[in-house]
């Protein structure tokens, strides 16, 4: 099968409400009037962001998602994407669960697939995304205040979990590693909410390598400081803890670790003025999305993670870097 033969067979599909799509030299693409377009690129690469062994259909699915995220941190509604893929030959049961996945997720989300480049080489997926936002309209990192409450959606540090697992650094049951290995390959983005907090929120970033080093993006951009609550973070696994009793998870300061510098969450963690905690809740509420309260930035620099009882802890949190 030929370049042109693979991109009719897998990734040709008609446009529905971009102008053009795959097949001429550009795509054109509409957004509404009074809208900006918000654009996103995010590249996955074999060994570095994916195990070889995943499931194709996981792989479309996390490749597209990892990229919607960055609109739902926004508050950009998705319009569509293009796809630059290159693979070392033709497998066409890769490329049939590759695109299943991928275009599932790109159904559920209304955004069309409208060109793209492919190539042989390794295997590296790379996915730009638009998006759309009122002009003036977009959740920037730059906006939080001193007086602000951080929140966070769902849970954090399950995906990091599963990986080290994969590492065999650590064991979980198997249900438990189950829950854990979804997270990490087939993360939710939380366009849903990333829209209803647009006029609410007045900072947001996605986690994608890790809170501790995410949050502070935010922090730096906007020239304030948090204290956050270590514990309010953890994750999925904190619940199953609670619910199976010790010794079923890893032990709390493992699952702090992965919650506070884990990555791969794709979860928002984004920052609202105290009396907007209601229109908050609600935002969560009306997209079926479960959020808690972290945090508070402070006006004075920096990143303090405190325990339960409002205790500063001294561990460092490191942030996830390629180059480090
Ligand atoms: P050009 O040479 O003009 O860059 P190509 O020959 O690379 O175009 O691609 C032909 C058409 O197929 C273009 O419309 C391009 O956007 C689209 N395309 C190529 N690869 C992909 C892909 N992986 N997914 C979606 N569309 C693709
Ligand atoms: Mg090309």
Redo the contacts with the bound molecule.
């Keep these: 099968m030929g370049?042109?033969d693979l991109?009719a067979r897998y990734?040709?599909r008609p446009v529905r409400r971009s102008p053009l799509g795959?097949?001429?030299?550009c795509?054109l693409l509409a957004p509404g009037p009074g809208m900006q377009l918000a654009v996103s690129c995010d590249m996955l690469v074999e060994g570095r962001h994916f195990l070889s062994t995943v499931d194709p259909e996981r792989l479309g699915h996390k490749a597209l998602a990892v990229n919607l995220s960055d609109l739902a941190a926004c508050g950009a509604k998705p319009l569509a994407f293009?796809?630059?893929?290159s693979m070392p030959s033709v497998d066409e049961a890769w490329l049939e669960g590759f695109s299943r996945g991928l275009f599932a997720l790109a159904d559920a989300h209304a955004c069309e697939?409208?060109?793209?480049?492919?190539t042989r080489g390794p295997l590296n997926i790379c996915i730009t995304v638009f998006g759309e936002v009122p002009v003036g309209g977009a959740l920037l990192r730059s906006g939080a205040r001193p007086g602000d409450e951080i929140w966070v959606s769902g849970t954090l540090g399950d995906a990091r979990l599963a990986l080290e697992v994969f590492r065999g650094t650590l064991a979980l049951p198997a249900p438990v590693f189950d829950l854990a290995r979804a997270r990490m390959e087939q993360p939710t983005p939380r366009v849903a909410l990333g829209l209803a907090l647009r006029g609410i929120a007045t900072a947001a970033i996605d986690v994608s390598d890790g809170l501790s080093g995410d949050l502070s993006h935010v922090l730096e951009a906007s020239g304030v400081g948090a204290t956050v609550d270590a514990d309010r973070t953890a994750g999925l696994l904190a619940i199953l803890a609670h619910r199976e009793g010790p010794g079923a998870v890893p032990d709390a300061s493992t699952r702090r670790a992965c919650a506070l510098a884990g990555g791969d969450d794709y979860e928002l963690v984004f920052t609202a003025p105290a009396a907007s905690g209601p229109a908050v809740e609600q935002a969560a509420r009306s997209t079926g999305t479960p959020v808690a309260r972290i945090g508070r930035v402070e006006s004075d620099p920096g990143l303090r993670f405190v325990d339960a009882g409002g205790a500063r802890l001294a561990q460092r949190f490191a942030a996830f870097d390629h180059f480090a």
């Design positions: 370049e042109f991109i990734f040709k795959v097949g001429d030299d795509a293009t796809l630059a893929l697939l409208v060109g793209g480049d492919t």
